[in-house]
């Protein structure tokens, strides 16, 4: 079946650490792509998103994502994590095949000690 | 802020019963999207209104029913409540109707808890 997968159900890392936060999908076509954080307690947030173009695309607060068509990848990267983006974090993707509903993974929950 | 609301922000409420969620886009957007977010299911489509007119249906069971009035905002209506039907309701909104190139802008959401 069609879906998004994001590999990593938890992630504890310690603060000024280098993140990586995977994210596949298995649709075909033109695809929207995004990373959503959300914060405990608050709503989904858009961290970034890509439409086409640049395949290395940046973000808020630091975060960068690249696009890589050939492992239908899109991973989210922090070169150094902090305390504050302890949050859980959401892949998305809209595509053409599956309509224009945003296709969400299970989500990525990390944790970062101070 | 989204510039996306939702109220109530929580709702308790018994097997059974009727509940409705409300949703007002933000400024200009045309387009309104309810998810469902469970532990189990994770996030999930539910329907899409665009200027008033359904426009998309996802994983939304008979139970509920959603409509989106002639100033935009969005009611989705869960009748028949069940225990399984606990979870986080969002709503979010686009400018059209999430072709190729939109962005979806989430509202807080509202917390749902059936006992």
């Known amino acids: 079946a069609q879906s998004v997968s994001q590999h990593n159900h938890h992630v504890i890392l310690s603060e000024a650490a280098s993140l990586e936060l995977g994210c596949n999908y298995s649709?075909?076509?033109?695809?929207?792509l995004f990373w959503y954080v959300q914060y405990p307690g608050q709503h989904l947030q858009l961290l970034l998103k890509?439409?086409?173009?640049?395949?290395l695309v940046k973000g808020i607060k630091g975060f960068e994502a690249e696009f890589i068509k050939s492992k239908f990848s899109f991973n989210l990267r922090k070169p150094s994590v902090q305390w504050s983006d302890t949050a859980e974090y959401f892949c998305?993707?809209?595509?053409?095949?599956?309509?224009?509903?945003?296709?969400f993974g299970k989500g990525t929950t990390l944790s970062v000690s101070s | 802020d989204s510039g996306v609301t939702q109220t109530p922000k929580h709702l308790i409420t018994a097997t059974g019963q009727r509940v409705t969620l409300r949703c007002s886009p933000r400024?200009?957007?045309?387009?309104v999207y309810w998810y469902q977010q469970s532990l189990d299911q994770g996030l999930q489509f539910l329907i899409q209104y665009y200027n008033g007119e359904e426009r998309a249906k996802g994983n939304i069971l008979e139970r509920f029913s959603a409509q989106q009035f002639p100033d935009l905002h969005s009611e989705l209506n869960l009748s028949s409540l069940e225990l399984g039907d606990s979870a986080l309701y969002f709503c979010a909104s686009s400018v059209g109707t999430s072709g190729n190139g939109e962005t979806q802008y989430f509202g807080p959401g509202t917390r749902l808890l059936v006992l």
């Open positions: 400024s200009g957007d045309l387009s």
């Open positions: 890509y439409f086409s173009g640049d395949p």
């Open positions: 649709y075909g076509g033109t695809v929207n």
């Open positions: 998305a993707v809209r595509s053409n095949q599956a309509g224009t509903a945003l296709i």
